[in-house]
């Protein structure tokens, strides 16, 4: 079946329900969702939302911890405008009813997490992502020019030499179908189910990269993967995120023998960095062979329970007090900080294609995300993008530093062509392109990948030949493939990328942003 819209958005999460709100008194939406209208990262954020609100906070600062983060890589146009637009956006979501908590005398309580140098950080208990999500859906399904369609997989851009001008799809019952529209949105979040250890839900398969790559867009600072440091750690347990807001509020990392350990490995210590906590507790577990843990147990338990209703009760599920117990906890893939290279608009490199929230890439976070700004990034560029939407198919060229850091050639490396599952694609990642990557295992990956995805997109004839189970797997593949070849090309360590073979940060050579193009494959 074919259809047509004025715009159509391909994700449900806070980019694309916010944008879709600014669209809709502009002409017809179309959002196109995976699974369920709330299934999206957006639901997981447990955290909170970073925004410069309070009294001792400014734009300035927030801007500034948000570069140091960054470590050396963010793009400092896309910085100003998440810090300076998500407070006045922020607010809005208060206007429109999101329930934040508050202290005792009614203010804002603002949380603390790593390398942020104010308490800055909004949130509805621990089910921050959850409340702002249900109030945009409430807003969105009183806009009569805004259709959703569920359970839905995309599985190729309509693009020609003007740009791209819609999508093909399949519904929930396996039929085909294309829709055209004067301007696509990506707002498919990330791809932390491309690693077998992940936060993310089963959605987050970076369908978005993969989507735009094949269009023919270009893609960014794929290497930089961020791996949260705390999520549960229980053999049959899934692995839930334990926020890193707990820590804000006083929890501690110990080792089996209950000492404090991440002072050895840091001097911020709990709160430095995620990638620097994630490093110190793997080498925490190396170095004692034994698990590390969580504790509150310091800490007041009925404060501890009240604030953290959704982490208690999902331990209790598995036998645990959060308040009491030691949680047993270890890093898992969490945030993809690349993505879709956009402008801070969420212009593509292609003409009607825009990219907003995690599934992009503006070059705000840099290497490494700054706690709590993933949901402040989806508000603010799923807003800024549909302003250019509006004015689609103009476009604007992206800025001249996103350039590759040199040609990418094809390893000879003697692995044997041969199909991948995806079981075996997700443990190769986490293995070879997980917390620490050498250039042995990377170079191995890649040449695994690269045969298997040549496999893959020629073993069934016409690409729309392919069943919905073909594209997943194609797609997952693609996004694999492109992350291990950015993190061979990038021979130093840098925020979320860490080079056992290149353990420091060279400005001199790297100090740029690896992209890549279809238009730059090689045989």
């Known amino acids: 079946m074919n259809t047509q819209t004025d715009f159509l958005i391909v994700g449900g999460g806070i980019a694309g329900l916010r944008a879709a709100i600014a669209l809709a008194p502009f002409g017809r939406v179309l ?3 995976k699974a369920s209208a709330s299934e999206s990262n957006t639901r997981y954020a447990q955290g909170g939302i970073a925004a410069a609100l309070g009294p001792d906070d400014s734009a300035e600062l927030h801007g500034r911890d948000t570069l140091a983060a960054g470590d050396g890589l963010c793009d400092a146009s896309a910085v100003r405008a998440l810090v300076e637009d998500g407070a006045r956006y922020v607010r809005e979501l208060i206007d429109w009813g999101v329930e934040f908590d508050r202290d005792a005398s009614g203010q804002p309580a603002f949380g603390l997490e790593a390398a942020h140098s104010v308490r800055r950080v909004l949130h509805a208990g621990d089910a921050t992502g959850r409340a702002i999500g249900r ?26 030499g003007g740009g791209v001008r819609g999508a093909r799809f399949f519904d929930a019952e396996g039929e085909r ?28 398969t970076g369908d978005g990269v993969a989507l735009a790559y094949h269009a023919g867009a270009r893609v960014a600072d794929l290497e930089f993967v961020q791996f949260h440091p705390t999520a549960l750690n229980r053999t049959g347990a899934p692995r839930f995120l334990i926020s ?25 210590g709990d709160l430095a960095p995620r990638d620097v906590v994630a490093r110190g507790i793997a080498r925490e577990m190396e170095r004692t062979s034994g698990p590390v843990f969580l504790t509150l147990s310091h800490l007041d338990a009925q404060h501890v329970r009240a604030r953290f209703p959704t982490i208690a009760d999902t331990c209790r599920q598995v036998g645990l007090d959060i308040a009491t117990d030691p949680i047993p906890v270890g890093p898992a893939a969490h945030y993809l900080m690349g993505g879709i290279d956009t402008d801070e608009w969420g212009r593509t490199s292609l003409p009607g294609l825009h990219a907003a929230g995690e599934a992009a890439c503006t070059g705000v976070h840099g290497a490494n995300r700054l706690a709590s ?31 590759r850091a040199g040609p990418w050639t094809a390893s000879d490396s003697p692995t044997p062509p041969g199909p991948m599952t995806v079981a075996a694609v997700r443990d190769v990642m986490w293995r070879a392109v997980g917390l620490f990557r050498t250039a042995d295992g990377l170079r191995d990956a890649v040449t695994r990948f690269d045969r298997a995805y040549v496999l893959e997109r020629g073993a069934g004839g016409p690409e729309w030949s392919f069943d919905v189970e073909d594209w997943r797997r194609v797609n997952l593949l693609a996004v694999a493939r492109l ?9 130093e360590s840098r925020g979320g990328h860490f ?6 940060r060279d400005d001199l050579h ?12 090689r045989p």
Do not use: C
């Not at 992350?483 to 021979?491: D, E, K």
């Open 31 to 33: 959002i196109l969702t």
């Open 135 to 160: 109030a945009l859906w409430e807003r969105v399904v009183t806009r009569t020019s805004v259709v959703t369609m569920n359970h839905v997989l995309v599985t190729e851009l309509i693009a020609d």
């Open 483 to 491: 992350i291990a070849r950015a993190a061979l090309r990038r021979q």
């Open 177 to 204: 179908h294309e829709v055209t529209a004067q301007a696509t949105l990506l707002a498919t979040g990330g791809a932390g189910q491309i690693f077998r250890e992940t936060t993310n839900p089963g959605v987050a």
């Open 510 to 521: 790297w100090k740029v942003h690896v992209t890549d193009e279809r238009a730059d494959e």
């Open 373 to 403: 700004n993933s949901l402040l990034e989806g508000l603010v560029f799923g807003a800024r993008a549909a302003a250019a939407m509006m004015l689609a198919p103009l476009g604007a060229p992206l800025k001249p530093d996103r350039r």
């Open 499 to 504: 080079r056992e073979d290149f353990p420091t």
């Open 244 to 268: 890193e807001a707990l820590r804000g509020e006083g929890a501690r990392l110990v080792n089996a023998a209950g000492e404090a350990f991440m002072k050895r490995y840091n001097q911020a």
